[in-house]
């Protein structure tokens, strides 16, 4: 999980330019219901911190990353909590914040209990790669809820909606465990070979203490047309990169 700040201007709906129709799927569990997160609803009282706490659990079920399993030790309540408390201020920050590429899905039980989501939004790794990389930052399933193809669902209907967008390209970091899912999903890893994907690898590790033990950076085009956004981005990397 990687919830970063997105600092833009005017809060707006959540995918103003590319919105997706509602949909469900059948488990053995009951029907979930597929919708973007509306601003009513993801304004409310305390919704940034139980989006924060859903991630946080379905995460640290799924790592071998030593700050995960910190988060899962029972004697460490305040640790956890403080874990809890910083993702959700990041998520406040990027809700409040959003351009109108946002794209908040969530998959609710008739219960209206998130068991999946799926964030992503223009990707400011460099002053102007938000205006061509899509993010996801964050995509989990609750574990029952694993096995019936809804990450598969979220994630293509994230990326189908930016067709159509001024997106080239989506990129994203993902748990070695979850390798398959994305490459089965199309996702390439960056190439340290390649001199530019290299610049960028390196300037995303300076704050990803997790790479590359932990996880791997996936990317994947969206207009196989256009250059690709590590090419772009790494423009404006510094040649000590």
Known sequence: MNIQK???????????????????????????????????????????????????????????????????DKSQKNIKNLMIKTFANNIQSILKNDDGNMTLLLAKDKYNKIQGACLSYGYNLTDNCQKYALYIDSICVNKPFRGFKLGNIMLNKTLKASEKSKFTDVFLTGEKKAAGFYTKNGFSELNPTDKNQKKVINLIAEDRSDYPQYIQLFSKPLKTEQPRWYDKAAQEIPENY
């Open 6 to 72: 997105y600092p833009q201007n005017s809060p707006q709906f959540t995918s103003r330019l590319n919105p997706i129709k509602p949909s469900t799927i059948k488990t053995k569990w009951g029907k979930l219901t597929i919708s973007e997160a509306t601003k009513s609803e993801y304004s409310q009282k305390g919704f940034a911190e139980k989006l924060s706490r859903f991630f946080s659990n379905n995460f640290a079920s799924n790592t071998d990353d030593p700050c995960w399993l910190i988060y899962n």
